[in-house]
């Protein structure tokens, strides 16, 4: 009778049950909060690196522009003032940054503009002697018309920085994500007018 009243008690003792609730959810809380405050970063790391990048665009944008960075040249110089900028809040971060400038703001990432399609099929056929608007005066017909550097007056400039960088808590690998983050910027920017723009030489095919 002792041990069924004993079994009786037991199964309605509700002493300790808050702790093993908690317990169940727990993992689940820190994952949610520790996951929270890691995009959280990311978002942070991307809006300083937007900010910087833009800032350093526009001031690269007028002739002869100073910058506070070392580098032998403009675009040495901007790659050198982002990351000063952005490595006061990213850990361990490595930069990528590619300089492309266009001749207008429409051609920034598309292909060289034809002048001339004679079977008019929107593509650039160099045995019907097709013509277009070599951008980068390469001599050749390119699906990117950009030209590296930040280019001369009036030029569009381009801007892409890729920031790599570890993830601020090392929980990735329970979802199957990265180590790291690639935190991508962009900005693209027209110079100031200080000197005549170079205008493109139109360039055929043959026969």
Do not use: W
Request: net charge negative; glycine share 10%.
């Amino acid at each position: 009778m002792n041990a069924r009243l004993a079994l009786h008690r037991l199964a309605r003792d509700q002493r300790g049950a808050t702790l093993t609730e908690f317990g169940f959810v727990l993992v689940p809380l820190c994952l949610v909060l520790l996951g929270s405050l890691d995009v959280g970063y990311q978002a942070y790391v991307r809006s300083v690196a937007q900010g910087a990048l833009n800032e350093v665009s526009r001031r690269a944008a007028v002739e002869d522009p100073v910058f506070g960075g070392a580098g032998d040249t403009v675009e040495e110089q901007i790659a050198e003032e982002l990351e000063e900028r952005v490595d006061e809040i990213a850990r361990n971060a490595t930069y990528d940054i590619q300089t492309t400038n266009f001749y207008e703001f429409s051609g920034v990432g598309d292909a060289e503009k034809l002048t001339t399609d004679h079977n008019e099929n929107g593509e650039y056929d160099e045995d019907d002697e097709d013509c277009f608007e070599d951008f980068n005066e390469n001599g050749e017909f390119d699906e990117d018309g950009g030209d590296e550097g930040v280019g001369g007056a009036d030029d569009v400039a381009n801007y892409v920085a890729t920031i790599t960088m570890p993830r601020l808590f090392p929980m990735a690998a329970l979802f199957g994500f990265s180590d790291n983050y690639t935190i991508v910027a962009r900005a693209s920017v027209r110079n100031q007018p200080y000197a005549d723009q170079d205008v493109p030489p139109t360039v055929c095919g043959n026969s």
